[in-house]
């Protein structure tokens, strides 16, 4: 069966079509500026190295999804011969609340169930029911899967997702932790252990997720124990525009002294702040080229991000008891030797040890799964590239393959 894996954002679309007879990529391409003027196409067939790159204006994420399927099933430049080849669509969706704890076939309930969300994820839960209601329309036959970023999350305890505000906020409207990126933290879980050739329970690991939007985890038998992410992706490490933690007055207190409203203010936390805000920048490639060139708001930006990774890694460390493996995964993760140096340089003190040459080796693009520590260090610490993708995909087709 071939799979399509559909990643919508509020003016873009992602998609990788799978075929799970070998978990090969067929083809994948991304949609960018959906609604807005000039809305750019490009998908690239793989094996073939085929391309179609077109820009033409397309008001929502229904046309978006027929100039997917129109170029999927191009007669010329096309990855299968029909959408007949489609088995089912798979839809990455941000918020799962406390309602879902897995994935879900789409249904008339659990579409409602998702949409009584939009409340905890205003930004991005809208897109990702776009993006299932265009497939909907465009293939009405076909079965839709959503996989929930914050689902793996869920295994946490009250000690550690429960906020110290009157309880009766989380009874009512579910304030606590939920966390994100729980697909890439999931894959990352169970794919270190394939790697190690070790069994899930009794195993302790700290993901760390990092991209332009980072969290970590603390997983314990296979099970998340805690992360890093709150109520909304806002809340953790310093992120390319995101703040991060901080103390919650800091809103009220900007807010009076800026003249902006509360809304304003966690705009500008969420969009114009984390290295873009301290640095000027928000990817990590040009904090570090700025950095490395003695910019000292890039340096700023970036001992702020390094202290920050450090800081939930001895925490977690403590909550576990110990860890087995620190894993690095995602753009900044799998890429950024010298960071993941800086990272691991602080844990001396407790006997972890890199192996220069090796996390050296480890980078674009030459990046794949990797120990990266030496053989005498007390916990191992891994490179492995995440791949959110083939676990929509697989839990896509276990979910059709049962109904």
């Known amino acids: 069966m071939k799979i399509l894996v559909i990643n919508a954002g509020s003016s873009s679309l992602k998609f990788q079509l799978i075929d799970m007879d070998d978990e090969s990529v067929k083809a994948k391409g991304l949609v960018e500026r959906i609604g807005i003027e000039g809305t750019h196409f490009k998908q690239t067939v793989l094996g073939t190295g085929k391309v179609i790159e077109f820009t033409r204006n397309m008001k929502d ?38 309602t879902f704890k897995e994935s879900v076939l789409v249904t008339e309930e659990s579409m409602k169930g998702i949409e009584e969300l939009v409340p905890l994820g205003p930004l991005h839960q809208p897109a990702n029911i776009a993006g299932i209601k265009a497939c909907q329309a465009v293939m009405p036959t076909k079965p839709n ?88 992706p806002l809340e953790g490490l310093i992120m390319g525009t995101r703040c991060g933690s901080c103390d919650p007055a800091v809103v009220q207190f900007i807010a009076n002294n800026d003249k902006k409203s509360v809304d304003e203010v966690l705009t500008m936390m969420n969009k114009q702040s984390g290295l873009l805000g301290i640095g000027g920048k928000s990817d990590m490639r040009d904090i570090d080229a700025a950095a490395d060139a003695g910019d000292k708001d890039a340096i700023l930006a970036r001992d702020m991000l390094i202290y920050g990774i450090q800081k939930y890694i001895g925490s977690y460390m403590a909550a576990l008891q110990g860890a087995d493996a620190i894993i690095f995964t995602a753009g900044i ?61 697989r839990d896509t087709l276990e979910l059709v393959e049962k109904a």
């Open 333 to 393: 993760g799998e890429n950024n030797a010298h960071l993941r140096q800086r990272v691991i340089e602080g844990f001396g003190y407790m006997g972890i040890k890199l192996d220069e040459a090796k996390n050296e080796a480890c980078t674009a693009p030459n990046v794949k799964e990797t120990i990266i520590s030496t053989p005498d260090s007390t916990v191992k610490v891994i490179v492995i590239p995440t791949n959110e993708e083939i676990m929509i995909a």
């Open 145 to 232: 899967v959503a996989v929930f970023d914050t689902a793996f999350h869920q295994t946490m305890p009250p000690k550690a997702y429960m906020y110290g505000v009157p309880k009766k906020y989380e009874e009512t409207i579910g304030v606590r932790r939920y966390g994100f990126h729980g697909t890439s933290h999931r894959y990352v879980s169970k794919r270190v252990c394939e790697f190690l050739g070790v069994d899930p329970m009794g195993k302790k690991f700290i993901i760390c997720h990092l991209g332009n939007g980072s969290s970590l985890s603390a997983v314990k038998d296979g099970k998340c124990q805690d992360t890093s992410m709150g109520l909304t």
């Open 61 to 98: 994420h229904t046309e978006a999804i027929s100039a997917v399927l129109t170029a999927l099933t191009d007669k010329d430049n096309g990855a299968i011969a029909s959408l007949d080849e489609i088995g089912a669509c798979g839809h990455r969706v941000l918020h799962g609340g406390e």
